[in-house]
Every structure is written in C-alpha cells, then in structure tokens.
C-alpha cells in the first residue's frame, strides 16, 4: 500500500471535507483561495488516490429515538467451531448493530450498538446477540458522552 504525498493546501482541503462533504469545490476553493477547477482536481486526486473514500452523513441518533449507545466486547466461544466470517455475517446483519471491528486483546470483536432505551439494548442483547454462533463472553460499556475529534491531518 502506497501513501499519497500531501502538500498543506490538500491537508487544508481535508480538513474542510472533514467538517462538511457537502460543499462544492467552487466555495472550498474561495476559502482556500484556489480556483474552483484547481480544487476539483485536488478532490479528484485524493479521491483516485483512495485518500478520499466517500462521502457520509452523521445523524442525530438522540432525536431519530436511540438513545442508548453501548460497546459491546464479544469473545468468541470456539473459534475452531464458528468461523470468523459467519460471527460478522451474522451481526452484521442485526441493524441495531452500527460497527463490528475485528480486534487484538481480551475481546475478539467490538461492536457498537444502538437502542431506544437501555430495555431495548436488553432485548437486543439477549435475543440477538447473544443467541449468535459462537458467542461467548461479553462485556457492555454504555456510552454517557461523546466527542468527535476530527485527527490528525
């Protein structure tokens, strides 16, 4: 895997990106002070250059009626009688399930998961996760805050 070389106009760029994906490359250029077609093809080439992966949208879960995030740290059981694949297929396809991330260390897997309230991270927990494959212990950690840090660019 190659690294792209960025210069700082590109890491101001992705900074700009970062905080909103949607602006177009004529209003990111003005707050550059680059033309727009010299911003599009910033954008392009960090898009080519896999630095750029997609755009996304970042909901209010709170205010769509999940109001229980929790980390799941889940051991696999016997790992030689269920494979790895078939844990992620299978939680994978639990929608209260946001993220499901491969990890070293005492747990196997971290999952982030949502619920509307902590009864119904229960159900969850109890009727879907915990009836998987191959599951075996698991450790919950309620999210109480957050903060979105942006990272080093």
């Known amino acids: 895997m ?13 900074r700009l990106l970062q905080q909103d994906a949607t602006r177009n490359a004529g209003d990111l ?12 093809r910033r954008i392009k080439r960090l898009q080519e250059g896999g630095v750029v992966t997609g755009r996304s ?8 009626g999940f109001g229980v995030s929790v ?10 009688r ?26 196997d897997y971290r999952l982030r998961v949502v619920a509307r ?17 191959g599951v075996g212990d698991v450790e919950a950690n309620v999210l109480l805050s957050e903060e979105r840090r942006p990272g080093p660019i």
């Open 57 to 64: 949208l970042r909901f209010d879960l709170e205010k769509l």
């Open 2 to 14: 190659t690294s792209i070389s960025l210069d700082p106009a590109d890491r101001a760029l992705l």
């Open 71 to 80: 980390f799941l740290g889940v051991k696999l059981a016997t790992k030689g």
């Open 117 to 133: 309230d902590l009864s119904d991270f229960e159900r969850v927990l109890r009727r879907r996760i915990m009836t998987l494959p």
């Open 82 to 107: 269920v494979s790895l694949e078939d844990f992620e297929r299978a939680v994978s396809a639990i929608p209260e399930v946001q993220t499901v991330e491969h990890v070293l260390g005492l747990y």
């Open 29 to 40: 250029g003005r707050e550059l002070g680059m033309s727009q077609p010299a911003t599009w």
